[in-house]
């Protein structure tokens, strides 16, 4: 988990990605939330927040948010947001959310966006325990789970990303997807990998979590051929899919 943290702090300086303000994109999937959590109050735990985005945009819904992140530069860049939106009813703590204390049953739903997959399968059952733990009988997962077909047509496409070139891998044996990143100012490289699940793998996966696949909703897809993003495809095309999960 330690080159994690060292990824995703490099990342995040040299992409600048996760520093701007909320968008319509994050307003847009916060309303989309709400149709699958349910009408506010009510109390919802980020996990991995980045920037701080999606947690403010879901605040501005009229939940709660608490918003774990452990990079600090992405945990200073929530905070300033919070100074612009005031109203927004997000706490920000500053942790590793593997390791993290949090009240038990106390979440009407618990968020996971562009993220899940690190570490090894074993990790990831951890994780949905414990997010299993701090949710409310009632409550819902939403997880953004990245699938192994999209991984693997993806590989070897680049890009330039801020101060960076970013490129892809696949490893096939694996299903990790590999997402690596060079700087341009020190030629230093970065690289990361996230497991792959189609909804049949990770409903293996749930097996003795306490959690269970109810649905998914398709994400969106590159058509790496024409250089563009397709905002909505069919599961079997889509870069990821959203893994709606409740209390078995």
């Known amino acids: 988990m330690e080159s994690n943290?060292?990824?995703?702090?490099?990342?995040?300086?040299?992409?600048?990605?996760?520093?701007g303000d909320v968008q319509d994109r994050h307003r847009r999937k916060?309303?989309?939330?709400r149709t699958i959590i349910g009408e506010p109050?009510?109390?919802?735990?980020?996990?991995?927040?980045?920037?701080?985005q999606d947690a403010v945009a879901l605040a501005?819904?009229?939940?709660?948010?608490?918003?774990?992140?452990?990079?600090?530069?992405?945990?200073?860049h929530v905070r300033s947001l919070l100074r612009k939106h005031p109203q927004a009813n997000v706490?920000?703590?500053?942790?590793?959310?593997?390791?993290?204390?949090?009240?038990?049953?106390?979440?009407?739903?618990?968020?996971?966006?562009?993220g899940f997959g690190i570490g090894t399968d074993e990790e990831q059952r951890n994780l949905l325990e414990r997010i299993r733990r701090w949710l409310r009988p009632d409550g819902v997962a939403l997880i953004d789970v990245y699938t192994p077909w999209h991984a693997a047509r993806s590989a070897g496409h680049g890009w330039r990303?801020?101060?960076?070139?970013?490129e892809y891998g696949f490893d096939g044996m694996g299903c990790r997807w590999i997402d690596r990143w060079r700087s341009d100012q020190t030629g230093?490289?970065?690289?990361?990998?996230?497991?792959?699940?189609?909804?049949?793998?990770?409903?293996?996966?749930?097996d003795g979590t306490g959690l269970e696949l109810v649905d998914v909703r398709p994400g969106g897809m590159m058509d790496y051929e024409n250089h563009r993003y397709v905002s909505e495809a069919p599961l079997e095309k889509a870069m990821w899919y959203v893994a709606i999960l409740k209390p078995a």
């Open 5 to 19: 943290q060292s990824f995703y702090s490099k990342q995040a300086a040299w992409s600048g990605a996760y520093r």
């Open 30 to 33: 916060a309303a989309w939330a």
């Open 41 to 52: 109050p009510g109390r919802i735990l980020e996990l991995g927040a980045g920037g701080g």
């Open 60 to 76: 501005e819904e009229g939940y709660e948010v608490i918003a774990v992140e452990l990079e600090p530069l992405l945990a200073q």
């Open 91 to 114: 706490s920000v703590i500053e942790a590793d959310f593997y390791r993290v204390s949090l009240p038990e049953h106390s979440f009407d739903a618990v968020c996971y966006w562009d």
């Open 161 to 166: 990303v801020g101060s960076a070139w970013r």
């Open 188 to 206: 230093e490289e970065i690289e990361q990998s996230l497991r792959c699940y189609s909804p049949a793998d990770l409903k293996l996966l749930l």
